[in-house]
């Protein structure tokens, strides 16, 4: 059972940047699939980006994109959110999820993803 978990979550200022972290307790099998969501209070949680099956693909969320940059470390245990130019629509708490073998048309969706972190508080304000 993989158990992920976020940090690098904080308070920062309109235009700042962010390095998210979502570590793995284990390396991850070339099907696995690690995406960022977010949520915030009183909205539905939100796909952010997702790296595909191992990285060989990237996929950003439309109000992230060219802002936000997913990767990860060689041995496979920690995924990277690098977040620049932040707005305070970014404010959320932000979720690490996992999926093995996941299917492409469910990669938006929350209830796909069988593993899941604890989530990080990321707050833009001045």
């Known amino acids: 059972q993989v158990q992920l978990v976020e940090s690098g979550g904080g308070l920062v200022q309109p235009g700042g940047s962010l390095r998210l972290s979502c570590e793995a307790s284990e390396r991850t099998p070339s099907d696995f699939t690690t995406t960022w969501f977010r949520q915030a209070p009183g909205k539905e949680r939100e796909f952010v980006a997702a790296?595909?099956?191992?990285?060989?693909?990237?996929y950003y969320g439309d109000s992230v994109k060219g802002r936000f940059s997913i990767s990860r470390d060689n041995n496979k245990k920690t995924l990277y959110l690098q977040m620049t130019n932040l707005k305070p629509e970014d404010t959320a708490v932000y979720y690490c999820?996992?999926?093995?073998?996941?299917?492409?048309?469910?990669?938006?969706?929350?209830?796909?993803?069988?593993?899941w972190g604890q989530g990080t508080q990321v707050t833009v304000a001045s």
């Open positions: 999820a996992g999926s093995r073998r996941l299917i492409m048309s469910t990669m938006h969706s929350p209830s796909a993803y069988s593993y």
């Open positions: 790296m595909w099956r191992g990285g060989s693909n990237t």
